[in-house]
């Protein structure tokens, strides 16, 4: 089983990791970081396939992946 972690306060918000993961796992939170931003975070962390996709596309490598 994969999962992944968020760095909140790295996080802008882009959504680039919401868009490209297959199983649609990533929605940004109700919760802010300190600069204001609905961070992302994954739901349904059992289904992740530990891909990868969503670390590589986050412009401010935010996002571990752990298998
Ligand atoms: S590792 Fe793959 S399946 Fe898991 S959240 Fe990222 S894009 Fe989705
Ligand atoms: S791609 Fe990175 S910066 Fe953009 S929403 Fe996802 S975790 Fe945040």
Redesign the pocket.
């Known amino acids: 089983m994969?999962k992944?972690e968020v760095n909140s306060e790295k996080c802008k918000s882009c959504e680039l990791?919401i868009t490209?993961?297959?199983?649609g796992?990533?929605k940004l939170s109700d919760r802010f970081n300190s600069v204001g931003e609905h961070f992302a975070e994954?739901h349904d962390a059992d289904k992740?396939?530990?891909?990868?996709?969503?670390?590589m596309m986050c412009p401010d490598f935010a996002i571990e992946?752990y298998k």
């Not at 490209?20 to 199983?23: Q, T």
């Not at 992740?48 to 670390?55: D, E, I, P, S, V």
């Open positions: 994969a992944i990791c490209v993961c297959p199983l796992l990533i994954q992740c396939t530990g891909c990868t996709l969503c670390a992946v």
